[in-house]
């Protein structure tokens, strides 16, 4: 199981030697004419994790494209379901206690988040978090790449669009419950959880991220819709090159770090598909534990 605060962070972890010079984790995937470089991102983030590792930001340079999850620049015509659940419905008296707490924490008005869908709540209490922190969505590991691209004119392709993801986060049991719940529970934790894991994230370390990213809390459910069937689609399109321009080519993709750990990854899927993996960083342990 994964812990919310994981999952939507999506950090990477990889485990490989010891080097004082440390760097995030990053692959090449090649067959036949398709290679591929790898990297995790955090969606969030500041000036301290960068530059990105040479190979990447040089690779991305000679790319016939650079591969996201989804390009959240581009809303247009996308829709919301009408809400049937709030908050404040799915809470009971404790939950409202601790919600309360964690508002007046954030500088958030409790009306805000009782009134919003239980998603919208729990978005807005990590997003409230990691911002305390001094981290942001446009210093983010794939906002960062897209930039880049855009500046060496490297065309952006998309695996999902703005929409699916939508209808993913949306699309939840009562209105996301499982994810207010979350964020409420992780929270107390959260700021020691965001900082170990963006440490962890620079030095491509494993451990102290898998231990973080662990939790008996989350659903089978919920881990299989947010990670093991997006990996399985990914690895299908990225092997039968159905998201690329033309057939082969190199591409720098970026997904979510969470979705390149363990058992069910998007490397692992990659490598049963008969890519060639290889693991490129200098790593570290993380000066931090959970």
């Known amino acids: ?16 030697s010891y080097s004082t010079q440390a760097e995030p984790q990053h692959w090449l995937a090649k067959k036949g004419n398709t290679e591929y470089m790898i990297i995790g991102s955090i969606h969030v983030g500041n000036t301290s994790m960068y530059p990105l590792p040479k190979a990447v930001t040089q690779f991305l340079k000679n790319s016939d494209g650079l591969i996201i999850e989804t390009d959240v620049r581009n809303t247009e015509g996308v829709t919301y379901p009408k ?39 729990a978005l807005t209490i990590q997003l409230s978090l990691v911002n305390k922190l001094g981290y942001v969505a446009g210093h983010g590991v794939d906002m960062h790449l897209i930039n880049m691209a855009e500046e060496k004119h490297v065309p952006i392709l998309s695996l999902e669009s703005v929409q699916f993801q939508i209808d993913l986060i949306t699309g939840q049991p009562e209105g996301g419950k499982e994810l207010l719940l979350s964020s409420i529970e992780e929270y107390d934790g959260g700021e020691a959880l965001v900082e170990c894991l963006i440490e962890s994230w620079k030095s491509g370390a494993g451990s102290q991220l898998e231990k973080a990213s662990l939790s008996e809390k989350s659903s089978e459910q919920f881990n299989e819709a947010f990670l093991y069937s997006r990996n399985r689609d990914w690895a299908q399109k990225l092997d039968s090159g159905n998201v690329l321009p033309k057939k082969g080519g190199r591409y720098t993709v970026v997904v979510g770090s969470l979705h390149l750990v363990g058992k069910g990854s998007l490397i692992e899927l990659l ?20």
């Open 83 to 121: 809400t049937a659940f709030l908050a404040k419905d799915v809470l009971d008296k404790t939950q409202h206690q601790h919600l309360a707490e964690i508002a007046k924490d954030l500088g958030v008005q409790q009306t805000q988040l009782l009134n919003a869908p239980p998603w919208a709540a």
């Open 271 to 290: 490598e049963k598909r008969g890519f060639a993996i290889k693991p490129l960083a200098n790593t570290r342990n993380a000066k931090c534990d959970i």
């Open 1 to 16: 199981m994964f812990r919310l605060l994981s999952v939507m962070s999506s950090l990477i972890v990889f485990f490989t």
